[in-house]
């Protein structure tokens, strides 16, 4: 079974940051995309919230509430997927997932978290 795991979460001051990680097994076929989502508390009923995803080759794509301080990477040799996250701030308070699909990306997928999985546990982050 695909497994994802996340590290990396913690407690920061706000203006602070983290960087997240997220290792995951190298798909026997195919290629992996990536992204990540956050769940924020108090919000469990609702469809995780678009972050970041990055393709196979490196194409990124970020959600306006993160653009300018958040920052999606990977590294494919090490099958690790990275999100540095700078000037945190109070509502991004959440539990971050990462989860990867063998889909390409088109019309805006990589957005709908319908299209993803597996995905990892999650780990918080609060600010």
């Known amino acids: 079974q695909v497994r994802l795991v996340e590290s990396g979460g913690g407690l920061v001051q706000t203006g602070g940051s983290l960087t997240l990680s997220c290792t995951y097994p190298k798909r026997p076929y195919g290629s992996d995309s990536m992204a990540w989502f956050r769940q924020a508390p108090g919000k469990d009923g609702e469809e995780r919230e678009f972050v970041a995803a990055i393709s196979y080759i490196g194409n990124t794509y970020h959600a306006d509430s993160v653009k300018g301080r958040f920052t999606i990477s990977r590294n494919n040799f090490q099958n690790t997927l990275f999100l540095q996250m700078n000037s945190l701030k109070p509502e991004d308070t959440a539990v971050y997932y990462c989860?990867?699909?063998?889909?390409?990306?088109?019309?805006?997928?990589?957005?709908?978290?319908?299209?993803?999985?597996?995905w990892g546990q999650g780990t918080q982050v609060e600010a």
């Open positions: 989860a990867s699909t063998d889909r390409a990306f088109s019309a805006g997928s990589y957005s709908r978290p319908q299209i993803y999985g597996p």
